[in-house]
């Protein structure tokens, strides 16, 4: 399975796990040379830049079958068989991908062809353990959906507003320096009312966050 930074794989709707990075296996069937690539794919632009990129890198193969899912939590499947025959190449990498719980992700299956006719099984099962073994070396990392604040405040009372408050933050705030500190906060979806009211104490009322709306950030 692959390696993650968050004990869990399912998109709950508030969170998904996606790769870090790129891994790449190799597998041998009868002369034929299958080369697995997992890595990011965040948008439908993605799947292009990623098979112009390996097709140069590997130049001369036979085929570049590739599935990706992106789309974060409300993920978007995209596959391709890239001339082996319908439903041999594309369809089982999926499987793979869906398998493992991952979005955002892309595997492509690089083959060179030795010579030997493998049938309608033999790529499936090549295609599918390829496709697995790329994603069992891959580095993963769990998002989670946040809502952003911005506000401003004097240097005096930031560093007594994170220690009040850094339990509740996903990150760091993002800070810039100027008369007073401008900040950048993320707060874990279902907990900005908690937040809210209890920036509101802190500050007494006399500071008011304002909603920069939800992102997904690494966590």
Known sequence: MPRTRDSG???NGSSYVTVVGESVSGYNMKGSRFIGVAQPCRCESDIQSNLSALATRYPDATHYCYAARYGG???VDRSSDNGEPSGTAGKPIMAV???SGLSDVMVTVIRYFGGTLLGTGGLVHCYTETASLALGSVET???VRCSAFSFSMDYSRFSQFEGR???ILVGRPECTYTDNVQVKVRVE???E????ARFSDFSERRIHPM?????YVPR
């Not at 909603?211 to 992102?215: D, M, P």
């Open 141 to 143: 990392v769990r998002y």
């Open 73 to 75: 939590c409300e993920p």
């Open 193 to 196: 009312d908690e937040f809210l």
């Open 165 to 167: 408050m850094r339990d």
């Open 9 to 11: 794989t399912e998109q």
């Open 97 to 99: 991908i869906k398998g």
């Open 211 to 215: 909603s920069l709306g939800q992102e």
């Open 189 to 191: 979806h279902g907990r």
